[in-house]
């Protein structure tokens, strides 16, 4: 045995893979007598010993020729194979002869086994006395067990040999007879017995090798009886080194006696030891066996299937199914897939399918293989990528996986969400296709998280004729799901339509305030005041019911969306007087309206009330609210703050920091959205796509086109984050304003490619781009078409968007009639519809088509209001554009009449309710609608400019600040500009000095003789194109210029001139000091404005082509597009985009990037 062993080691192997040993296994050895006695017959194994030479080794060596039979009971039932009680072959050990080992053996054998064996006693023939100690072949000899092996002798070799002979001669002295030291070993073998009982109850996997033990050193009989719960046990442990041990228990079971757990365990422990054909014999022979179940049955070919699949040929999976007649006997196919679960994880398994495919073909028409491909398909469907599941799925077309790929499929994702809808639309095709319930409700969510309303909306039609078609009649549910989607999309037609059949079928119940939610729901979202109070008052005077929350909270969100900011505010305390507390629904919804407005006083005062009474908790919509708040009152510092508190409490949400990336975004302030980004990342705060449009919008404002061409290319190429069609209007948005017209056709051309359908905003997008057609290099330009050839064409394409052929033949249903007055707060907001009217009125008043200025005017009251001759007020944005109109067509009475309605709508709709006139500190305004007078304001000042008259154009501005309302750069610079060309110089320089002057930076050409760094600050340079922040542009500082060598002219013979000059000397030294400093840079502008007489004022210096023009002078100045027209329109009025209570993306955010 000795020479067998050490002849199966691999000379010197060892030495070069294993760890050095700390300590020497040598120094602290102990060899049993025996060993040297009996010829190493006993000489124990490892536990990767075993296991290796499992079948090799002659595991029936008789240790009985070597060894006396000390069993008393001659006729017990022991197995020939079985070895000695006292000197089991092949015990499972820690070491296998460490002393013929290389140094560091014993580490490594450790490693095979998570359960470490405990050094357990042989035993030479028993004493009453001692028992000999157990030979030691290493220093990691674990501790004995002082219960088991309370008299085991430790020391050297010696004192052991010592105890040894006086156990036996205690022995002799008592003289003990032969049946007397029988009875003494039965002792033990009970005591053995004992423990390994205590061990099976106890489960505890880590016992593995005691169980082991205590079995084998059981007699025959014993063993028998305990053979089915010892392999159970150590089936539980996990361990392959255990594998062998339960093969060898399992053989010795007969197959009547097998159970589900015994069978589905022998067969696992023969696959782990590579033995297929015996695994597959003991699979045929469960199959036959009635004692095994189902269950057990599934689990043995799951191990079996795994194990085919992962074999390098399909050999064995076709052995495994030529006994598929057996196994459809015992269980059925169809039920089995989520039951598979080791299948699920072999690897690549969608792809190992999908290679199967050419066999499947040769094989059509098989049964057998028709039903092994149904199997695989749903097994790998659960795993398969979305770019594999359609190949899967037509691989059978089978009915179930459909169901099961739908159902255990959620819409994470757009490409998920049309996936889904895409594969509904073939199963719903198949022959003796009838889709689920669950089915037909997954599909309605997919279609519901849709944005694309030409694919939402035909999606919901179908599948509400399916619910007919397959179910002739919709569930409850579904009835209620569908009101619900049709009242959030504002489809009042749906909604009673559905209502009246809901009712009809019996399926309303009339005692509960909820049912009307549906019918409140939808009017509050078309801002339906009236409708909505007024079935609100009929819960309770005609169906006598109590209004409960959600009718409560709807009704307040009626007022919200109809702009009634002073309703909504007394509608809030209704609800909590009535209920007699709030919640974070109602909260969210008044704390958005006065949010939206930048209320910011009464924004907090309503979330300390809240958290006053607990119903904040981290609520994500609220914090977005008061975020937004800080945000409209530049208070970003306590808008950070608040992001990173929420971080640190794990509320890691986005939509938080995409509000203050947005504020940042408008503010050219590619600075803090940089440092933003990075304060994200160190939190581990995700960004989402919303994350990305921000970015997108910060670099499309600052001009950064290719910058964010480049960022959206690597999302569609990598997938760096999922793209949406705002991205593709941000970028348009950059490249009309950086005038490259030619690129807005490629991205209208790249957003189609990439599943996007033309829309609203792209194609206002595109009739800009072709608005600027003209000034493109005739080699950029596309095609020979003109440039009205494609505006019409872009034209025509838009009014089909909003269901309109033509101008002279509208659809009716598109007729949206309202019976009630909108409010001023809802005109002065706007929406995305009047938003795209205003800007095409804007470009054909610039081309003088004033015919299609006034069609448009019509198709908007036609699509808002549903008649072209409705009495309603227009959007403050529409009435800006018509403006410029009348400016062009010199119609100032008219102008004066639009400018009245615009002055009181914005007076009336924007008056903060924190605003008294006790109180002078508060804001009469708004926060957002303290520069929605911008634009009007400058089509006024235009047009007194033009009649000449400094004094109307003076009481403006003051009528308009007394108002509460702000001016932004660009009047400023046209007031100054306005009232020079007046010969109001005084009052010029004085209020340049004033508002503008304070951040003026110098002249480049100043700041270069007195060696300062010529260049300004990029960030400033951004920050300078911002209309709200105040500068002087050359231009206005062009004009003073010549206003002061008027005075010039006039001091000599003229004492008020020279007292003004003095004056402008003495009070406005930055001006003075501009207009003496300022350099001849030799442009055409300069020339313009100050003529011959500038050599007066400036020191001539030809050949200096550096112009000291500001980036946006063009845009801002007076007459930069020829009518005095600014090319940048109403940007001011809505730079916020409006809240949405839970929704990351608002329906008019970044959509004006392009102005």
Known sequence: MLEKTAASLEPCGLQRVLPVATNSFRSRRQLHTAFWQHGAADVELSNAWQLLMHGVLDSGIDTAATTPNLDPNPDSNSSPSTCDVRHPALRASSFLLDFLYPTGTAAFLRRFSPVFSERLDLYTPPSTFAKVSPRLYSSSAAMQDPETHDNVAVGSAA??????????????EKGLSERELADIFEVEKSDHLEKLMVLLVSDNPEDADKVWFHYTSLDGHSRQLYLG????????????????????????????????????????????????KRAEDIFIQGLENVNIDRRSLVDAFDIMLTAALKSPSKDQLLDIWKHYDKMVARFNFEGITSLLTRVRSVPDLPDLVIKFKPYFKQEKGSKRIDSLKKLLVRRALMVCSDNQALTLLRMTNDHLAYEEFIRSSRPESNARMLLLTKIYKIYRDLPQSCPSHPVLHIIFGAYKSMRARDIKFPGMEMLWGDWHTFHKSPTAHAFKSFMAFYATAGSKSHVYALWKDYQT????????????????????????????????????????????????????????????YGGALKTFEKLCEALGDMDHVSVGTIMRMT???????????????????????????????????YCQNDLFGEAEALCVRAAGKGLKEPRLWNRVLNAYAHRRNLAGINGLLGRMTELDVPYNEYTYQELLTGLALCKQSQHALHLLAVAIQDGAFEVNEGHFHTIMGAFIKTGESDLVVKMHKLMQKCGFKESADSLVALVTAFSQWSRLPHKRRRGQHSQETLLGAALRRFYRVYGIRNADKRHPEKAQPSSQPVSADRLLRGDKQAFHFSRLIYIFTQMKDYVKVQELVDMYRYVAYGDTQSSEPLPIKILNSIMWADLFEKNYESLRQTWGMMFSMAQEGSLSPEWSERRPHTQKVSSRFRYILNDGLKVMQTMYLQQGDPVAMQKLFEEVRLAGFEVDSKNWNLHVQGLVQCHAYKEAFEICEKWLMPNWTGWAKARQRENM????????????????????????????AKGYLELDKMAPWSGEAAKIMKDVQQDCPRCFRAISSMRRVGTNLEHEILGDDISKLLDAEDGDDEAALDEEEEEQAYGSDGDGAPSDIAESADEYPSLASGNEVLEDENVEVWR
């Not at 004192?159 to 002799?172: D, G, N, T, V």
């Not at 442990?237 to 757990?261: A, H, N, P």
């Not at 760094?1013 to 003073?1040: E, F, I």
Request: proline residues 3%; positive net charge; contains cysteine.
């Open 159 to 172: 004192k052991q040999l010592e105890m040894a002979a006086e156990a036996a001669r205690a022995i002799r």
């Open 505 to 564: 079928r019996g399926e309303t119940n009339i005692q509960s305030p909820e049912t009307f939610t549906y019918l409140l729901q939808v009017h509050a979202v078309r801002g339906e005041l009236l409708e909505a109070r007024q079935i609100f008052d009929d819960i309770s005077t005609k169906f006598r019911l109590v209004p409960n929350r959600y009718c409560w909270t709807i009704l307040l969100n009626a007022h919200v969306q109809a702009g009634d």
């Open 229 to 276: 719960q010892t392999l159970v046990f150590l089936s539980k442990t996990g361990r392959v080194t255990d594998s062998w041990k339960i093969s060898e228990l399992f053989s010795q079971l007969d197959s009547s006696r097998w159970d589900s757990y015994s069978f589905v365990a022998g067969l696992d422990a023969e696959m782990d030891l590579q033995n297929i």
């Open 1013 to 1040: 760094k010529n260049a300004v600050p990029l960030d400033l340079r951004r920050k300078g194109q911002w209309p709200r922040y105040l500068r002087p542009v050359s231009h206005t500082l062009y004009y003073l």
């Open 595 to 629: 949010a939206d407005r930048g209320d910011l006083g009464l924004t907090v005062d309503i979330y300390r009330r809240a958290r006053r009474h607990h119903v904040i908790s981290g609520n994500i919509p609220i914090l977005c609210c008061l975020i937004d708040a």
